[in-house]
């Protein structure tokens, strides 16, 4: 079975910073492209960002310069270092993966920036 979890996020000031990271288990990792999504509330899900097995990198506009994905296939583990947050960044992030012919989610975790 494949499973993913994230972690950090949290409430996060406008301009500020955090790292969001995701651990996967089930899958062999380093073979796989990584993905983070964020659903804002009320709002549809969308890709912010991924990396290929090979490193490669792909980010949605919104976030281009602000946000850098990278992984640790040592720890299966792909990260999401953001920065220069906006509060238009509130949504809650969700790791995932295509493996095997399905596509697997983890549970999410909520990033709110506000002051």
């Known amino acids: 079975q494949v499973y993913l979890r994230e972690s950090g996020g949290g409430l996060v000031q406008p301009g500020g910073s955090t790292r969001l990271s995701c651990t996967a288990s089930?899958?062999?990792?380093?073979?796989?492209?990584m993905n983070w999504y964020r659903q804002p509330t009320g709002k549809q899900r969308e890709l912010v960002a991924n990396?290929?097995?090979?490193?490669?990198?792909n980010y949605a506009d919104s976030v281009k310069d602000r946000f850098t994905i990278s992984r640790d296939n040592a720890w299966n583990r792909v990260s999401l270092q953001m920065n220069s947050l906006k509060p238009e960044d509130t949504a809650a992030y969700y790791c995932?993966?295509?493996?095997?012919?399905?596509?697997?989610w983890g549970k999410g975790t909520q990033v709110t920036v506000s002051s």
């Open positions: 990396i290929t097995s090979t490193g490669s990198t």
């Open positions: 089930g899958i062999n990792f380093k073979l796989y492209t």
């Open positions: 995932n993966v295509r493996a095997s012919g399905r596509v697997f």
